[in-house]
């Protein structure tokens, strides 16, 4: 059976834990997100992630599975606590797989509102030229053999990425098809700016109405296995009012 990895997650449905658990570098951005909706930011990420939660389970084949459960030798499949999968990803997977093949990676797809134009004209770039070699990994668009030695690439995305590159002809799987989808939301570190301090109340509220727009949308036919949870995250988008 297929093993579904979720990456470390936080305890957003205890809010003591989940104030224990918050980096220092995150904790001024959930405190700016807490300042401007209704609905505190563990609150949004525990909705968020029970809509995905729903979805692994939904996945033929596989089984969500912590790393201590999951057997060496196991093919994984890693996401963050907010991917999704096609409910028949594992079988296509199975089905294609020859003996001595050591890893597979297909076409990755996003549900997302660009951070800034640098990362739209990449989007663009992607669309057109593929993916840069150092991307294509997507966070939820690989699998490995679980060992200790393969830890590491499925926790990092891009160090998958450097190791399915020197690989040699033939011994990995490479799919075309669009196996998955990684929901970038409003709630996520990128979206929120780690790295340059706090995203402010204006641009927020901008991002808030892209997202809505983003959710209100119907995904394109190829991604159409996806729709019942883009319909839940428009519900969730509805729910996040501001704070008075």
């Not at 663009?124 to 060992?147: D, E, H, K, W």
């Not at 590491?152 to 799987?173: K, Y």
Request: aromatic share 10%; hydrophobic share 40%.
């Amino acid at each position: 059976m297929v093993r579904i990895w979720v990456r470390a997650t936080l305890d957003y449905d205890d809010e003591y834990a989940f104030d224990a658990q918050l980096r220092d570098d995150f904790r001024q951005q959930v405190a700016h997100w807490d300042s401007v909706f209704e609905m505190p930011y563990r609150v949004f990420r525990s909705r968020l992630r029970a809509i995905a939660r729903e979805n692994l389970e939904r996945v033929e084949g596989a089984r969500p599975s912590i790393w201590e459960e999951i057997p060496e030798g196991a093919l994984v499949l890693p996401c963050d606590d907010d991917d999704w999968f096609r409910p028949d990803a594992a079988a296509v997977i199975e089905r294609e797989l020859r003996p001595g093949m050591t890893g597979v990676r297909w076409t990755s797809s996003f549900l997302e509102v660009p951070t800034g134009w640098r990362h739209e004209l990449g989007n663009l770039r992607r669309r057109v030229q593929g993916p840069r070699p150092m991307y294509i990994c997507g966070t939820n668009s690989y699998g490995l053999f679980a060992s200790e030695g393969s830890r590491e690439r499925l926790t990092h995305h891009i160090e998958a990425g450097r190791w399915f590159r020197a690989q040699p002809d033939g011994h990995v799987l490479a799919l075309k098809d669009r196996l998955s989808l990684m929901n970038r939301t409003i709630a996520s570190q990128t979206t929120l700016g780690i790295s340059r301090g706090p995203i402010s109340r204006r641009r927020l509220l901008r991002k808030l109405a892209r997202y809505r727009r983003l959710y209100e949308r119907p995904l394109e036919p190829a991604l159409a296995w996806a729709q019942p949870y883009a319909d839940r995250m428009n519900e969730l988008m509805d729910d996040l009012e501001l704070r008075r």
